[in-house]
């Protein structure tokens, strides 16, 4: 279920359910096949042993587990019938590992109503529970397995599954079948029937508990702690920085907790017995169990019976079992000794054998070494627990210490920050549960997208570049909730406040609340209610400790938008997810939502405008953002250095080079600027008739500063020079730039003010097929400027006047002119409104880049871009494109020329419609066919050809 949906869920409960009382008292049990069986209400006869009654009218062909239908194990002649999920958890454990070896597991019996059995042991009364299940090995498989092996399987498999409910198992031999069952709360440890059944059992718990293979460990190059207080971390003094103090001593009595640790059955490692010869343990009165590891002897999982030592985390077991596991393969015939685990007050020490406040209380510590007890091992020891993948070590002289953080469940489950940085999910002491707990309208499965972490001592753990734990940390100063994106949204404003100067920067006041605190701080229509518990939101302001200057609510107003531009694309990457933000008297609220929010606690705040307008403003604000059309330099200063004034044309218009123009003079490749070679002395005179031509029509029209004008133009088409850089080519640029810029034949503006329809149309000039659509509006080749020039950059010349062969006068080997990219730039500086694109594919668009971006990133006038692709199969190319170019471009744009964001674009198929081309139209592809085709002209022509 999404956020939204749970959110609405817990509307409907606090509206319908918490008024009318009415809840039902059914339960909905799921079983391993996915499920969900109603149980029978009311079930007066249930007892702790029993498992939940169910009915099998109508599902007795529905399964229990994915091998196993109900049919199988009710009893035939009843109606009903008790059956415990974890049960069949196992047994289908059992049958998947049978499957793999061709053979097959059938029930026997399953669930027998007291009143349909003649007890004859003890244990045949479990069938009654629907905790028991008799099984055999079906006939007809590949007969390599035996009554032996499926006893193994039911202990290597079910052992682990039931001491997570704290239970142990009973196995016992019935001839050709046996029965598994699970034993009830208050007996005492695993049930085995006489024979060899105990010892098979133990092979399948050490099986069980077998780590395959160890991580590699060279001595040479993993870390290694070598004098006794060395520890590991380095950047930790002591192990609690590392992993987390204690918070809450766990004694038996303590049964929710205490039932959240596990005990190691198998006999891989060895279990030093002090305590067991103690009068009592864990109070007086409370039997000691023991450690010892005897052959046929399983250690109880059932609370009361665990031994101290044998007792720990699931994180701390699993460092124990890989270290085992390493230490065998390290040195042969030799096991991890461990000398404490979690620990507990007993008759030879009434406070604990531990420091007050240590680790070993809450079983996240274990003392270990070598069985050898070999004191030299130990700094091999520490690194191979490293490798292992401990939390933290400490070398003592005669052991080494290892400690875990804390962790929810049987499994450990992290959650990334940045590159590379964990947090482990965990859960409080049982006591300070409802603090922590979500509502209820959040299912066990949708609260695993919100986990809990835990900060003690870790306030200086970097979540990020330049975020840590400390800046999230709640009131409480231990648990929170706190979502990735929320912390890459923060680096994102720290980052950006760096690069803008802002100072002071915002910082973290509050993101995570618990449960109380929502309840006494928010009120339940603030629009920060529904995610504060979750970890989706924090609470941003100038100084979080006063009401200074910097923390008014118009200084928070103006930092709205960089909040956006940073978070808002963070937060959508995450799923699709949208962005909340309020503005308090003293803080900005963030956080993450299904639909963008924006909101002010008071109508005071609104800077004059209405909640409506308030919430468009930063909605459009938002979409820019997650767009990638918001202009953010990486270093502006450095951008405007190297950004070229661009303008429209205007007669105060001054070209003004970059102040950084690199030129590699290393590179024996670049081209040397020369204005005297032989073609440039040749054409001299075929120049200087082009600059009279274009000022005898310059003169036609009314000249506002007729030297400047003409020096300009001499500039820009008598200067001769081969190279695209250096001296020469920036004469030409500057003069170009400034003449087309002051001379009086404009790009058709008027008409188009005039006419909203014809929008300014950009397309590959050589692009024929194109062009009809392009110019059916306006376009660059209806200008009167183009027409203008477009003959002298067309030019060609006879070398030799007796011979009818031409050359270019401008071409790009001997003599580039910079013209038509120049118009283009200054075409696309005059648009205004919509401009549209024309392409065949994203080569065009490509070759379009430069005048594009003079329209996306500097031209402030347009609105959206429109881009036609010639061919359909090519519109995700070229829509790709685009965007790189959108992604590229927001970072090159100088503040002082550039827009505050890119326009909107669009790639569509080509209009199907479009009116006849025009005999203008048609006279004007004349002229152009005229002179790019003199080749053709010139061979058809020629008299000898």
């Known amino acids: 279920m999404a956020f939204s949906t749970a959110l609405a869920t817990w509307w409907l409960c606090a509206v319908i359910c ?60 009843q109606s009903q019938f008790r059956a415990d999920p974890v049960l069949f958890t196992c047994i289908q454990k059992v049958q998947n590992a049978m499957q793999k070896e061709n053979e097959r597991v059938e029930i026997v019996s399953g669930y027998v109503p007291a009143s349909s059995m003649t007890p004859t042991t003890t244990h045949d009364d479990y069938q009654s529970t629907g905790r028991a299940i008799r099984i055999r090995i079906k006939a007809g498989g590949s007969g390599t397995k035996t009554k032996n092996d499926l006893i193994i399987a039911a202990a290597k498999y079910c052992v682990p599954v039931l001491e997570q409910i704290n239970r142990d198992i009973g196995i016992t031999d019935l001839g050709d079948h046996i029965q598994i069952h699970i034993q009830g709360p208050d007996e005492s440890g695993p049930h085995y029937s006489p024979g060899t059944v105990a010892t098979l059992a133990m092979t399948g718990i050490d099986q069980a508990y077998d780590v395959v293979g160890a991580a590699l460990c060279p ?49 891989h490692l060895v279990f030093q017995d002090t305590e067991s010869s103690s009068s009592w343990c864990g109070k007086e009165g409370n039997p000691c169990s023991s450690c010892a590891a005897i052959v046929g002897f399983t250690p109880a999982s059932t609370l009361n019976l665990r031994c101290a030592d044998r007792t720990m985390t699931y994180r701390l077991m699993k460092f124990l079992r890989s270290l085992g596991k390493a230490v065998s393969l390290e040195w042969s015939g030799v096991k991890l000794q461990v000398l404490e685990a979690w620990d507990e007050p007993h008759s030879a020490s009434p406070t604990g054998d531990q420091a007050e ?43 080494l210490v290892i400690a875990a953080l804390k962790q929810k469940g049987t499994e450990t489950r992290t959650v990334t920050f940045g590159d ?6 965990c859960e409080p002491p049982a006591a300070n549960g409802h603090m922590y707990k979500l509502r209820d309208e959040f299912s066990e499965t949708e609260a695993k997208d919100y986990p809990l972490f835990d900060s003690a001592n870790r306030h200086d753990y970097k979540l990020g570049q330049e975020v840590t734990l400390g800046m999230f940390v709640p009131r409480d100063g231990r648990y929170l909730r706190l979502s990735p994106h929320i912390v890459s949204c923060f680096q994102s404003i720290v980052i950006a406040e760096r690069k803008h100067g802002i100072d002071p920067p915002l910082q973290v006041c509050r993101s995570y609340y618990n449960q109380m605190e929502i309840d006494s701080e928010i009120d339940i229509f603030d629009k920060r209610y529904p995610s504060s518990g979750l970890g989706l939101s924090m609470e941003l302001s100038f100084d979080c400790n006063s009401t200074s200057d910097h923390s008014s609510p118009l200084d928070l107003y103006d930092q709205m938008q960089m909040v956006i531009q940073q978070c808002a694309p963070i937060f959508y990457r995450a799923d699709g997810k949208s962005m909340g933000i309020g503005l308090y008297s003293n803080f900005i609220a963030v956080d993450m939502r299904p639909t963008f929010k924006a909101w002010a606690s008071h109508e005071d705040l609104l800077e004059g405008v209405s909640a409506a307008e308030f919430q468009e403003y930063f909605q459009r604000w938002a979409n820019r953002a997650i767009q990638g059309r918001i202009v953010d330099p990486d270093d502006p200063q450095q951008v405007c250095k190297t950004t070229t004034k661009p303008g429209r044309q205007d007669i105060n218009f001054k070209h003004a080079f970059p102040e950084k123009t690199f030129i590699d003079n290393a590179d024996p490749n670049r081209c040397i600027p020369n204005s005297n070679t032989a073609f440039c002395t040749d054409t ?91 110019c059916h509006g306006h376009c660059l080749n209806k200008s009167p400027l183009f027409s203008l020039m477009v003959p002298s950059t067309e030019k060609r010349y006879r070398p030799n006047p007796d011979e009818s ?23 696309a500086m005059s648009a205004k409104g919509i401009v549209k694109v024309w392409v065949t594919n994203e080569k065009e668009l490509i070759t379009l880049k430069d005048p594009l971006k003079h329209v996306c990133l500097y031209n402030k006038n347009v609105t959206k871009v429109e881009i036609y692709v010639g061919q359909s199969s090519n519109k995700g190319t070229v829509s790709g494109v685009m965007q790189t170019f959108y992604a590229e471009w927001v970072k090159q744009g100088c503040p002082q020329y550039a827009r505050k964001f890119l326009p909107p674009f669009t790639v569509s198929d080509l209009p199907p419609h479009m009116s006849k081309r025009s005999a203008e139209f048609d006279m004007r592809e004349q002229m152009l066919h005229h002179h790019r085709n003199w080749e053709n002209r010139w061979l058809n022509g020629h008299p000898l050809i």
């Open 805 to 827: 062969i031409e050359e270019r006068l401008y071409s790009t080997a001997n003599n580039p002119l910079p013209v038509m990219e120049l118009m283009h730039q200054i075409y």
């Open 684 to 774: 001299y005179s075929h120049r200087l008739k082009e600059v009279n031509r274009i000022f005898t029509e310059v003169k036609r029209k009314h000249v506002l500063r007729e030297s400047g004008l003409k020096s300009a133009l001499e500039a820009c088409i008598k200067s001769c020079d081969a190279c695209q850089q250096g001296e020469i080519w920036n004469i030409k640029v500057e003069g170009c730039n400034n003449f087309l810029h002051w001379v009086q034949f404009k790009f058709l503006n008027d008409y188009i003010e005039e006419t909203p329809g014809d929008d300014v149309s950009l397309y590959l000039q050589e692009s024929v097929d194109l062009k009809h659509y392009a």
């Open 18 to 77: 918490s008024l009318t009382g009415v809840w039902s008292q059914s339960e909905m049990i799921a079983f391993p096949s996915g499920i969900r069986y109603p149980t029978v209400d009311p079930d007066n006869t249930r007892t702790p042993k029993d498992a939940y009654l169910f009915d099998a009218t109508d599902v007795e062909n529905k399964k229990l587990s994915l091998s196993f239908k109900v049919s199988q194990f009710k009893h035939a002649s």
């Open 357 to 399: 406040g240590s680790l070993y209380y809450e079983g996240r510590a274990a003392k270990v070494t070598t069985d050898d007890n070999d004191a030299g091992k130990l700094s091999r020891l520490s690194q191979l627990a490293i490798c292992a993948g401990v939390d933290a070590a400490l070398l003592q002289a005669d052991h």
């Open 420 to 425: 590379s940085q964990e947090l482990v999910e």
């Open 219 to 267: 001595a040479a190059e993993s870390p290694i702690l070598s004098t006794a207080g060395d520890i590991f971390p380095d950047s930790v003094s002591t192990l609690e920085e590392a992993v987390g103090g204690l918070e809450e001593p766990i004694s038996r009595d303590n049964v929710e907790d205490f039932g959240k640790l596990t005990h190691y059955p198998a006999s």
